[in-house]
């Protein structure tokens, strides 16, 4: 059965830490990955991720795929109070329409 | 916001009951997604619907069902309703059949249905 695993669950930092979360999957039909920020309610879209070791990056996050070893990251550097979130990974497979999720990982940033 | 708008933003019922859930898409968007989330669990995909036809199911109970109208709106249609039903029903809409050729699936801010 596909799935998407996601670490860590939870976690709390201070502002201006720099944080790394965790994907990894097992997926049958990969074509792509894909990384939400969930705020109160309405998960957005952050990257879309297709191809090995080319990082995606918007600001202060960044993101980066790994095809061979089925993870990715997610890096969020110098954190502020507004990046407390949940953050899904998903995956997209090459048949089918449905997206994968994962359980998301919990970051909240304290002042 | 996203432009997708969900209806209610809470319901609260009973066992057995039944509850329809409302989504219209973004202007000019064509597919409508429907997803679950429960307190612990991550979204699971129900239902995907496109100009009117399903297009694709997810791990959506036999209990359930969903249509997409003429003017493309939604209705996820949950009956018979048990605790384990309590969760936050997201839908979500993207232009054409398939989201994932951009990534872009926009979120609605959900209906949270409590069963009691």
């Known amino acids: 059965e596909d799935k998407v695993v996601q670490s860590p669950l939870s976690l709390v930092v201070h502002e201006g830490d720099t944080v790394t979360l965790n994907c990894s999957y097992e997926v049958t039909n990969f074509r792509s990955l894909l990384w939400y920020k969930q705020e109160k309610k309405a998960p957005t879209f952050l990257f879309m991720l297709?191809?090995?070791?080319i990082e995606k990056k918007s600001g202060r996050l960044s993101s980066i795929l790994d095809k061979k070893e089925l993870f990715s990251i997610l890096n969020i550097t110098a954190t502020q109070t507004g990046d407390s979130a949940v953050y899904l990974c998903?995956?997209?497979?090459?048949?089918?329409?449905?997206?994968?999720f994962g359980p998301g990982t919990r970051l909240s940033v304290l002042p | 916001d996203s432009g997708v708008t969900q209806t209610p933003k809470h319901l609260i019922t009973a066992t057995g009951q039944r509850v329809t859930l409302r989504c219209s898409p973004r202007?000019?968007?064509?597919?409508v997604y429907w997803y679950q989330q429960s307190l612990d669990q991550g979204l699971q995909f129900l239902i995907q619907y496109y100009n009117g036809e399903e297009r694709a199911k997810g791990n959506i109970l036999e209990r359930f069902s969903a249509q997409q109208f003429p003017d493309l709106h939604s209705e996820l249609n949950l009956s018979s309703l048990e605790l384990g039903d309590s969760a936050l029903y997201f839908c979500a809409s993207s232009v054409g059949a398939q989201a994932a050729n951009t990534g872009e699936l926009f979120f609605g801010e959900g209906s949270r249905l409590t069963v009691l």
């Open positions: 998903a995956v997209v497979r090459t048949y089918g329409q449905n997206f994968v």
């Open positions: 202007s000019g968007d064509l597919s």
């Open positions: 297709t191809s090995s070791g």
